[in-house]
Structure formats: structure tokens, C-alpha cells
T-cell receptor, first 114, second 112 residues
Framework: EAGVAQSPRYKIIEKRQSVAFWCNPI?????LYWYQQILGQGPKLLIQ????????DSQLPKDRFSAERLKGVDSTLKIQPAKLEDSAVYLC????????????FGEGSWLTVV | GENVEQHPSTLSVQEGDSAVIKCTYS??????FPWYKQELGKRPQLIID?????GEKKDQRIAVTLNKTAKHFSLHITETQPEDSAVYFC???????????FGTGTRLQVFP
């Protein structure tokens, strides 16, 4: 079974620039999450989708972050404009009720803002 | 708000010894408690989980215990091996949803 796919794996941008990350969840998983993991910390939930609808985006800094999952499968997370403190790993994850709501993570997209 | 505290932040053991990592949570409605292992530069991988209707669960060298009254749960690794070296994260569900809040992680080093 293919896992959660993410790209790009690594990105270095200057502050105030924009960046977009893509995620393809495990086939059939209705729920998709974006987590932010700052070095030395645990993952922090940014946004949760159920199919193509947003379930929870209360922790998403909406002045600079946006995310969409238009067709209920792939998702894109965008940051514009980026700040130094956005340097982190952005982890996409997915789950479904068949898996008992177990959350499976992708390898992450490493962002460095300089 | 909801919070998960994890201790210790680093743990060094000799190969063959046991390792114990402890977490406490604040939300009495949490009902799902997974543990993830994250090797350097890799994805967090689920190694074991427990639900609130169970007090203990074991899978080979790994076990998790849950004390709902005290709101804490622990990961036990026996007969540690060098390949167990990684960062371990505990997590707790927010209320009884499928959203997780993570602890700050424990860096486990197993020395041969």
C-alpha cells in the first residue's frame, strides 16, 4: 500500500517569498491533516479536512497560510508571505475510519526561511 | 487549552536495559493515545496505541499503560536495541475526536 506522498521534500526561500507544498494521502483516506513540526517539538495541527471540507483550521495563521483540498483527494498548503519562524517540517497525514482513525504521516516537507 | 506533557526529554540506556517514557494529559475526554517513533529525517511512525477502555497493551518488546484517573500513560520498551534509538512522541486525542495533540518528544539513545 502506498503511503502519504509529499513534495517538495526540501525548500529554502527568503522571507516574504511564497511557497506551496503538495500532499497525496493514502488511497481511500477521507481525512487529511497538515501538521507543522518545529525542530525539537512535537507536530502541531494546522488544518484538518474531511473529504473536501475543512473540519478544523483554528490553528492555521490565516493571514499567511492557506490550504485547499478541492476534489477531496490531493491537498496544497501555501505560505505567503513567509516569515523566519515558519521554518519547520510540514507533515501531511491521513486517516480513515477503517484504520480505526490511525493517523499515517508522510515524510514531510522541510522548509527553511532565510 | 488541552496539553500533553512528556518526560524525560532525553533518555540514554544501555543495550538490553528497559526504557520508560511518561506522558500526562489534561483533557479528561481524551480517549485515544498513540505513540509515534521518529528517526532523524523520517516520518513519525505509529508503534503502538491504546484506547481509554483498556488499561494496558503489549506488542512484543513494547507496552503502553494508561491510568485514566491520574490522566497519564507510559511507554515501556524492554530489551532495548540500538535500532530503538529515535525520538518518541506521545499523543492524546482532543476530546473524543480524531485530532491529536502531541507531547514534546523524548530522544532515546541506546548504547551498545
Amino acid at each position: 500500500e502506498a503511503g502519504v506522498a509529499q513534495s517538495p521534500r526540501y525548500k529554502i526561500i527568503e522571507k516574504r517569498q511564497s511557497v506551496a507544498f503538495w500532499c497525496n494521502p493514502i488511497s481511500g483516506h477521507a481525512t487529511l491533516y497538515w501538521y507543522q513540526q518545529i525542530l525539537g517539538q512535537g507536530p502541531k495541527l494546522l488544518i484538518q479536512f474531511q473529504n473536501n471540507g475543512v473540519v478544523d483550521d483554528s490553528q492555521l495563521p490565516k493571514d499567511r497560510f492557506s490550504a485547499e483540498r478541492l476534489k477531496g483527494v490531493d491537498s496544497t498548503l501555501k505560505i505567503q508571505p513567509a516569515k523566519l519562524e515558519d521554518s519547520a517540517v510540514y507533515l501531511c497525514a491521513s486517516s480513515n475510519t477503517v484504520s480505526g482513525n490511525t493517523i499515517y504521516f508522510g515524510e514531510g516537507s522541510w522548509l527553511t526561511v532565510v | 487549552g488541552e496539553n500533553v506533557e512528556q518526560h524525560p526529554s532525553t533518555l540514554s540506556v544501555q543495550e538490553g536495559d528497559s526504557a520508560v517514557i511518561k506522558c500526562t494529559y489534561s483533557d479528561s475526554a481524551s480517549n485515544y493515545f498513540p505513540w509515534y517513533k521518529q528517526e532523524l529525517g523520517k516520518r513519525p511512525q505509529l508503534i503502538i496505541d491504546i484506547r481509554s477502555n483498556v488499561g494496558e497493551k503489549k506488542d512484543q518488546r513494547i507496552a503502553v499503560t494508561l491510568n485514566k484517573t491520574a490522566k497519564h500513560f507510559s511507554l515501556h520498551i524492554t530489551e532495548t536495541q540500538p535500532e530503538d534509538s529515535a525520538v518518541y512522541f506521545c499523543a492524546a486525542s482532543i476530546h473524543n475526536t480524531d485530532k491529536l495533540i502531541f507531547g514534546t518528544g523524548t530522544r532515546l539513545q541506546v548504547f551498545p
